[in-house]
């Protein structure tokens, strides 16, 4: 039967067009029922006997509304909740809604042990309806929905055993009309009720019972309409907000004012508005008066939330009078440039998720055993997420368990957000555990590769070999002297070299990368899989796969002396490094070695080994070091992080031991060939792909992230010029102080946290001069390199494979400007969440190592906050903050006071410094700057927020010794030292010493 609907709409030339849709309904939509004799199905979804409850002890299916998929989705995915009629109506709405959700939707209805079948409503004879005259979209949908279910009653009654269908919806309305029709309704919590489920009814999203009242605590939220109009005039500015990991009253925005890059800072609970980390906002300036010239304190509790808000208040109210009083004095009081901030007026899109944390202890008032349900406080793990409330009736059985919350609103009158409990992961401090937790927070796909991935590996498994078939359009490389080299313990093998002598005194030199998309072809499953997980994840004691271990360790790894597939980069270098010529082709290699970088370097070093693999790694050594010369003659950079490895028990993995890793010439041997490699490809694909290539870039770094590092170094009479990369490069090499080694590389790390982070884009997004990779001194880049562990390479490999060969067909996955940009966000996400990963998994096994000792280390000051400095340690890689407040107690049997201050903030020298008055021009008796040298006492801290273990994951604790400051120094003898050697050099002797240098 067919159907039109005819309407009109205005195009953006003013034109009115009638449209005509035709609609088409149908008599063969079966009701997928396994016992339905009426239906002409083949292949069924609902089962013969359903599942039953105390309300409904017939056997039955569940035809939930598009609200109870909107809001209690956690609820409908779990395992209990099966046998599910998706109604066409339903998934529409959703899906206009909600992406995520309806994605999650869809997730359960391939989940074949759940049951769900989507009944096409709007498109069958009897169950399709028109909108009634002055019905609302809403009420139609409500309508079709109770329609659907009195046919499906209908259709099934008959059935053999008896099987019936209840509507499951939370509006009262829409239930009481089905009722009023003769049909089953019933509401998600009466339905999980009567399942006698704790942990289910625990999921229920009930927001209404635990908000805080009808008091206004937060200001209204904007509409829609009045953020776009106010941002559009530029009365507002967008951004997405990143809150501070030591102060969760302080988010920022990256965004443009007045055309320059700027960062908007928004500070304390009022201004942030219920505003969490991720959240797409809208914020106001805030009057240049209260603009910010000072850093903000460490905030992890509410007493120190309190002194915060305290503050913030009097410093505005100070910067006010002052302002009012003689705005130029101060003006240049401070010496570094107020930072704007503002206010948030609306959220323009949540990125609410799951979070991973424990309850607080002290939030459980309930007797030990009770299980009535009782409102408790949620901690994230993640310390910029605000607490968060909800309902439970196993709150004691939380107690020093991991557990997941998610978010489910936060009204103008709950000071803050209201949630439900998802799910108990395990107990607090169990390794295995906090490994789920940190893989769950950074959002790591870790789940078993699914059989649907794994029926597109090869049918041969391991026993695949390379066939003659393989070598159509391929060169056959397996007579040269091909050798790896990796990290130890490396079995994901994606890149070989070799080098020969040509008679013309140049050299031929190729990289030689697994040909991953041998195997793993366009948009099958397998595809989809990695490019939805983006990146291998490395942490310290196991790795989470981009691609099934058959690919990434066996048959895609360039293993010694086993015939490999591989797409080489070959290029004839002249004796100086320079490109005389490239081409690209795909290839067949048999690796003569897997070396090591030590095994590599002893080689080169061992001149008594002269066989033709140690000769070619020497060559390629040699011209090695000529690339990386010219890269650093054209401005790369050269610059450092306090990386370690661990020592692992062969059988527990629990960490034994912890040292820096050491770099050896082999390493950069490798790097530079890697480097050439991308930058050819980069070039080429972007050639043959203008529009949808995709490239690497990284951005030049604003000037503002390098003022008090700029601030910080010259007082010892050094200078930092960051106008171009080659001039900060030049200003590195010569940042060097005889008499402490190590400064220079804190200087190399410090100068790496004022950069800006390298993303992934679609070239027709970006003009030419945006694609410049500030950091490498290249106008253009990509990865190629890396497609074992990383999907950005695979693209690239098809690229480059189209570009190479003008025979092969492909798709638009190539030329596809919009979904190129997509993939790119989705990689960059990937990428950023996976070392986000790999450092948490550095700290767990950080403080697993310092478990039950305590230690004595130097360390270097890094970073001044208002109340606190934070100390990096060399030797372990690790950091921690020095609180320069104290707890003074009241009295007997009171609680502590709020931290009182022993050190100050100074903001003409970015220092913190004790508090006795000063004559003009005189120092303070106590002061502590940047890149001061300390010693602190390393230990772990189980006195958390939550309560000893069942609280926050155990946390690293590090103790004054030296300077000894008293009321922040713990008390040793041997620390009655006043400072350890501070980097502070004269710099009027800095200025004279370079005056004879230039004399000479």
Known sequence: MLRQKAFVKKTKSGKVLKVVKEHYLRDDIWCSAEACKKCGHTETVLSAIPSVNKLFPLPHYIIPDTNIFMNQIDVMEKPQITNVIVLQTVLEEVKHLSLPIHKRVRDMITNKEKHFYVFSNEHHRETFIEKLKDESPNDRNDRAIRVATKWYGNHIKELKPHVSVVMMTDDAANRSKAIADGLQAVSVKWYIEALDNTELLDMITETKELDDGQQMIYAEHLSP??????????????????????????????????????????????????????????????????W????TGVVIDEEEEKEEEESLKAEQQAASDTVMADATKAATTILDTPQPTGKVVGVIRR??????????????????????????MFYAMESKIPKIKFRTRQAHALIGKRIIVAIDSWPKTSKNPIGHFIRTLGDAGDKSTETEVLLLEHDVPFHEFSKQVLSFLPVEGENWVVQPEHFNGREDFRELNVCSIDPPGCTDIDDALHVIPLPNGNYQVGVHIADVTHFVKPNNVMDQEAASRGTTVYLVDKRIDMLPGLLGTNLCSLRSNVERLAFSCIWELNDNAEIVSVRFTKSVIASKASLTYEEAQNRIDDDRMQDDITKGIRTLNMLAKKLKQRRLDMGALTLASPEVRFSLEHDTQDPVDVEMKELKETNALVEEFMLLANISVARKIYEKFPDSAMLRCHPTPPASSFEKLEKAVSRMGITIDHSTSKTLSDSLDNAVIPEEPYFNKLLRIMTTRCMMQAVYFCSGSMTEQEFRHYGLATDIYTHFTSPIRRYSDVMVHRQLHAAIDSDISYGNELTDKEAMNELCGVLNHRNRMAQHAARSSVELFTHLFFKNKVEEE???????LKNAFIVLVPKYGIEGIVYASAKVAKGEGEASAAPQPILVYNPETDSLQSTEPLAEGESPKIQV???????????????????????????????LVKPYIEGISIHNSASEAPVVGSLKRDAGAAETKRAKKSKK
């Open 292 to 295: 910010r010239t000072t850093p």
């Open 929 to 959: 700057q940047l890149f001061q040298k300390v010693v602190v006492q390393i230990s772990i801290d189980d006195d958390l927020k939550g309560g000893g273990e069942g609280g926050m994951r155990q946390k690293l604790k590090m103790d």
């Open 225 to 290: 309409a009045q953020l776009s109009n106010g941002i559009k005039s530029g009365k507002y500015y967008q951004g997405k907000i990143g809150v501070s990991s030591h102060n969760y009253l302080e988010g920022s925005i990256f965004t443009k004012i007045d055309g320059v890059d700027s960062t908007i800072l928004i500070l304390g609970r009022e201004h942030l508005n219920r505003a969490v980390d991720g959240d797409t906002i809208a914020v106001e300036l805030l009057p240049k008066s209260e």
């Open 858 to 864: 130097e360390g270097y000051v890094i970073r001044i």
């Open 351 to 376: 990125n609410w998720r799951q979070y991973c944390g424990f309850i607080d202890k002290k939030s459980v008032h309930t007797p030990a055993g009770s299980t009535a349900p009782a409102n408790v």
